[in-house]
């Protein structure tokens, strides 16, 4: 009938075991973030957009980010980059777009 400390029992669950995952989110929240506050500004939206493309190419270079979160990012970018105004907002108001894992299928 001990008592015992609870520092040296075990975790469970999964937080923490993918960090990139984490990684991932914030990039991608700064992205949407960038866009949606430029909504009705495509054009300063996707200057916004290449600001953030050097940034994350940076931060991979420093081995920062990972390589299949930079092809995510350059994925997404690529595609707000180009849009017109009436894809931007359709980019902007498609949730799948914005969820980790998008390979870039459809609008």
């Not at 609870?6 to 923490?16: D, E, M, S, V, Y």
Request: aromatic share 12%; with cysteine.
């Amino acid at each position: 009938m001990g008592w015992k400390w609870g520092f040296w029992r075990k975790r469970t669950g999964n937080i923490g075991n993918e960090p990139h995952i984490l990684g991932t989110r914030v990039w991608l929240q700064e992205l949407r973030e960038v866009c949606e506050r430029c909504f009705d500004n495509r054009e300063e939206g996707q200057r916004l957009v290449r600001e953030l493309q050097v940034e994350w190419g940076d931060a991979w270079k420093r081995m920062e980010v990972e390589g299949s979160l930079k092809q995510g990012l350059d994925r997404r970018a690529l595609r707000l980059l180009r849009a017109n105004d009436s894809e931007w907002s359709e980019w902007l108001d498609n949730e799948r777009f914005w969820m980790p894992g998008w390979k870039g299928e459809g609008t």
